[in-house]
């Protein structure tokens, strides 16, 4: 059985966010799957098979940590959509059925891929007590980003500090259910980023994600309204990091980014 790792959100090797990839006839049982997952021990394994035409979708798709199954994946679709369009599974945007609903991705003239996702509804709560020393730095403004992720998405002083972060993980994982998104306005938009973000995910077995799609479906919305633009750039500012190109359309968002493959092998069981 063929597996490939990806990384996605980048154009280059060792950068982005990596990603299992496997095609399938169908879905094993879950702790197969499960245990593939453990076994790539990437923030995500995306497996997905091919479904009967005519329908809504083209594929069906899941995604798991080396922990638990996820409702939605940002970097795991881009990087399934990836190995579909350049082995020639598929052909054209690609419709994959989800957790979260029908996703699409759409493959541009440039070589990246377009994801059409749900966008978070942000609703502003209050910054729970301790976050700040979980965190290591003072929330300016929280939001909850609803049921597809269960994040909170807090928002800091700059640029600098999203950058200097070195949260407790352990402590950060009472906070959401998934974990936490910190961000920024840039410093410098013109090294060709908006805002900058970091993903903190302890409660699904990610410490750090490197780069987040999922994220920017609640980071396109919030930083949109505040720079009064639906076209942003957003740099995840993580060791290996990555550019997520969003547009916001109302109830949709477009996460658009590149993808490359460094891994092509051969799973035995």
Request: aromatic content about 6%.
């Amino acid at each position: 059985m063929r597996i490939r790792i990806v990384d996605a959100f980048t154009d280059r090797p060792f950068a982005g966010n990596p990603a299992g990839v496997l095609l399938l006839d169908s879905f094993p049982d879950d702790a197969w799957l499960q245990n593939v997952a453990v076994e790539v021990n990437h923030a995500e394994t995306a497996f997905t098979h091919p479904l009967p035409a005519g329908g809504e979708a083209d594929w069906a798709l899941r995604w798991f940590t080396p922990t638990t199954e996820v409702a939605l994946c940002g970097h795991a679709t881009l990087a399934a959509a990836h190995v579909l369009l350049t082995t020639g599974a598929h052909r054209g945007p690609v419709r994959f059925t989800t957790r979260s609903g029908v996703l699409v991705a759409t493959p541009g003239d440039d070589g990246s891929i377009t994801l059409d996702f749900p966008t978070a509804p942000l609703t502003p709560v209050a910054a729970p007590n301790g976050v700040t020393e979980a965190l290591g730095a003072e929330p300016l403004a929280t939001f909850d980003t609803g049921p597809n992720t269960g994040d909170l998405l807090i928002e800091v002083a700059d640029e600098r500090t999203v950058l200097g972060l070195a949260p407790d993980h352990k402590a950060l994982a009472r906070y959401s259910k998934r974990g936490i998104i910190t961000t920024a306005r840039a410093e410098d938009p013109s090294q060709g980023y908006d805002f900058v973000s970091r993903c903190f995910f302890p409660n699904v077995g990610i410490d750090e994600d490197p780069v987040t799609g999922s994220a920017h479906t609640a980071l396109a919305p919030f930083w949109s309204e505040r720079l009064g633009r639906t076209t942003l750039t957003g740099l995840q500012a993580s060791p290996r990091s990555g550019l997520v190109r969003t547009e916001l359309r109302g109830e949709r968002t477009l996460l658009t980014g590149h993808a490359v493959t460094v891994v092509d092998g051969e799973l035995l069981v």
